[in-house]
């Protein structure tokens, strides 16, 4: 589905391609400009601001001068970005990457003239400190500009002549068809040793290498509709692009303050690593045969929540960073005008008991998978079960982060029985009865607890905390972790209700933002929420309005299988930060579940 036009200039958030190199990812426009990169890691200081800003806040042109209409697509099952554009005197294809595997983080750009004789214009803009500060630049030699912004170094190399004009390095040049120009930006520190860029060609070689070989090791089932199959390829390579290689740990997403609401103070800082999140992705590269990457994140967690349980956070840097104070950049205006633009996440300190459901799970099912257990694996969740079993009891901030005040959430509480659950039967196989008996006891607890305080007889649903009367689209997720069958009369009664009170246009809200979360303003439809009802669809045998749905929900995707958080269910456009993994994990999960079902097979999801 093809997004509105805003009522603005700015492009709308699926405009952008994304490119990245497992250290950080560039969003790049239809246009040919990239508007956002952050260097040398995807939480460090944007270098190219324009996505929240103007374009004085950095970016990178490369484009036809005039007019010129343009086509888009990834080279086969890679971020290589190819983008062709059509102008009346001839074609040029612009090839946009980051180089794979390692070494100096760095961008290629590649023009190659395909017809006629096409005029290109390049600018340069370079802001570092999220599109404060102007670089000092200088031509170090035929083709070569250094430019230092405090620690940073950048070093652009190309054959096209360029010259400094009003603060950016400019070039105009003609590509006819047959000739190719190269321009190489690479990032290091203008201290110490000068970071070596690749040859252009050297390093498209490399990069195509490393995602052939990653999509080579994806294991999808046989009778997966090729369309879905397409989805779901570029559904784990968007996946491992936010992936942190050096640590094995996943971003939420690749940009941070893209609004839930155009002009909305909604906006938040997901370039950081949720628990919550991550569980959910390495779920999905462990059902796709990912085992490489789902052993990366397993060893990144063990070290990220060492320490004290209670001191466990929701989320982490990149690295396992626990410090991730947040504040605004008061300089930047936001993408279409949505203040304020936040830096680090204050959701890192809230108490949300559903994490530790989350990990127990994803870790039992690793070991369901073959996957190795890490040597640290069973005191962690010895010391986790012990803290879990009194801190169960507690409110607390829920799924969804809310700045109000805590309740005793349901989707938390189900989770806590998950964490039970999956320790009791690890217990069992560990030959530790009583232990087993302990904790078997204290799901049966929750479990009784959930039933009579979390369900409304009288509404016939279940409820989004202990008394109230409202629904929330995580309650879908209780017969996707095995707390009740998917056909039991209560999950009928809620998957009824979750449809009366929270579906809009054919996409699903979280929960109605109606001022009781503590912050002003509305939100779109939440994307992964919706695939989660696909997935319930399928379990209670509604194959039809299933498919229905996953196939509206595609059509959600940019030209380039792109997902944001949210889409407003109105207008069709894309919401929130870009692109955003809980969706392309909802895509994946809901497409095997889809496949299965299709097949017969009904083994159930958490199995």
């Known amino acids: 589905m093809a997004e509105p036009e ?311 840097g990149l690295a396992g960073e626990r410090v991730l104070t947040e504040w605004e950049v008061d300089w930047l205006p936001g993408f279409a005008n949505s203040r304020p633009v936040r830096v680090g996440n204050a959701a890192a300190n809230q108490f949300q008991l559903d994490v530790y459901g989350e990990v127990a799970d994803v870790l039992a099912l690793a070991t369901r998978r073959g996957l190795p257990p890490h040597s640290r694996q069973g005191d962690y969740r010895k010391v986790v079960m012990d803290f879990l079993s009194h801190a169960w009891h507690k409110p607390d901030e829920g799924i969804w982060e809310v700045r109000g005040d805590p309740q005793h959430f349901v989707y938390s509480k189900v989770m806590a029985w998950v964490g039970f659950d999956h320790a009791a039967k690890a217990a069992g196989n560990d030959g530790d009865l009583a232990e087993q008996a302990r904790l078997r006891a204290l799901a049966e607890e929750v479990h009784a607890e959930v039933c009579e305080c979390g369900f409304n007889a009288g509404l016939g649903t279940f409820t989004q905390y202990y008394g109230s009367n409202t629904v929330d689209a995580s309650l879908l997720m209780l017969p996707l972790v095995g707390f009740l069958p998917p056909k039991d009369p209560r999950m009928i009664g809620t998957v009824a209700a979750i449809e009366e009170r929270l579906l809009v246009n054919g996409f699903l809200l979280r929960y109605k933002t109606d001022g009781h979360d503590g912050l002003e303003g509305h939100e779109g439809a939440f994307l992964l929420c919706s695939f989660w009802l696909v997935e319930v669809y399928a379990l209670q045998d509604r194959l039809d309005e299933a498919e229905a749905l996953f196939a509206r929900l595609l059509a959600i995707a940019n030209d380039l299988g792109l997902l944001s958080e949210e889409v407003d269910p109105k207008t069709g456009r894309m919401l929130g930060n870009y692109p955003q993994a809980f969706s392309h994990v909802g895509l994946v999960m809901a497409a095997l579940i889809l496949t299965r079902r299709r097949d017969n097979d009904r083994t159930p999801p958490h199995e």
């Open 6 to 316: 805003q009522e603005t200039a700015q492009a709308s958030i699926g405009d952008y391609g994304l490119i990245a190199d497992g250290r950080s990812c560039a969003l790049v426009s239809r246009t040919g400009s990239i508007d956002w990169l952050c260097w040398p890691r995807l939480d460090s200081p944007a270098c190219f601001a324009r996505l929240l800003g103007t374009e004085d806040n950095g970016h990178w042109l490369l484009a036809p001068k005039g007019e010129s209409t343009s086509r888009r697509a990834y080279e086969s099952c890679t971020m290589i970005l190819e983008t062709v554009h059509e102008t009346p005197e001839g074609s040029v294809r612009v090839t946009d990457f980051m180089a794979m595997p390692q070494g100096a983080p760095m961008v290629v750009r590649r023009v190659e003239g395909l017809s006629g004789r096409v005029e290109m214009t390049c600018v340069l803009c370079i802001r570092a400190d999220y599109g404060r500060t102007v670089p000092w630049v200088q031509q170090i030699g035929p083709g070569e500009w250094h430019a230092i912004a405090g620690p940073d170094l950048f070093i652009f190399k190309t054959d096209v002549e360029m010259h400094g004009e009003d603060l950016r390095t400019v070039g105009d040049f003609e590509i006819a068809a047959g000739e190719v120009r190269e321009f190489v930006l690479c990032h290091g520190r203008s201290f110490g040793a000068e970071p070596q860029p690749v040859e252009a060609e050297d390093a498209i070689t490399a990069t195509r290498a490393y995602w052939d070989a990653f999509t080579d090791r994806i294991r999808l089932p046989r009778k997966m509709r090729p369309d879905w199959r397409d989805a779901v390829l570029r559904s784990l390579l968007t996946l491992k692009a936010l992936t942190f290689i050096p640590s094995g740990g996943i971003a939420a997403a690749a940009t941070t303050s893209l609004p839930e609401e155009f002009g909305g103070v909604r906006n938040w800082d997901y370039r950081f690593c949720w628990l919550r999140d991550s569980a959910f992705t390495l779920q999905a590269f462990l059902e796709t045969g990912l085992r490489r990457e789902a052993q990366a994140w397993r060893d990144w967690l063990i070290r990220a929540v060492a320490g004290s349980p209670d001191q466990l956070q929701i989320m982490y």
